[in-house]
């Protein structure tokens, strides 16, 4: 169990809701730093194709990153009413590329269900579990640790 920073034990979570491919999932809100309409960006030659571009945000240069593939869905094609979520986690940053930003939700740590094996295992990889949520379905909760971690992600990352 995850301890608050006063020593007490958490009962819930907070997620900010992400909808990609029509798939929602949901990423702590701790760790989302901002999001914005999709921003110019440059795309890099000889880079993983998770790796759309790059765009500067307010002087700092970001990875537009295109998860779709780690959670196993079909490439995210780019239209103009596009969102990017610039996500944090300790020093490293990247803006995901997503359809959809939705509200945020409290999800209790008694409600978050494991990954099962019926999952793609790119979907089991890249989770800590789903949620079952009453008006928008499953919601896959993202493992950002995995994720910036990840082979194609780190060589990339800007610190």
Do not use: A, W
Request: glycine share 4%; hydrophobic share 35%.
């Amino acid at each position: 169990m995850d301890k608050e920073k006063n020593g007490t034990i958490k009962t819930s979570y907070r997620y900010s809701i992400l909808c990609i491919s029509n798939h929602y999932f949901g990423v702590e809100v701790d760790n989302v730093r901002e999001v914005l309409l999709t921003p110019r960006y440059t795309r890099l030659p000889n880079v993983d194709k998770k790796i759309i571009g790059v765009f500067n945000l307010r002087g700092q240069i970001h990875s537009l990153v295109d998860i779709s593939s780690f959670l196993n869905l079909p490439p995210k094609e780019i239209k103009k009413t596009d969102f990017v979520v610039v996500l944090q986690k300790n020093d490293m940053s990247f803006g995901v590329l997503v359809d959809k930003v939705h509200d945020v939700i409290n999800v209790e740590t008694n409600k978050i269900e494991v990954p099962t094996r019926d999952m793609p295992l790119n979907l089991i990889n890249f989770t800590n579990g789903f949620y079952d949520h009453k008006s928008l379905g499953r919601i896959f909760l993202l493992d950002l640790e995995v994720i910036f971690n990840s082979r194609e992600l780190s060589r990339y990352s800007y610190q």
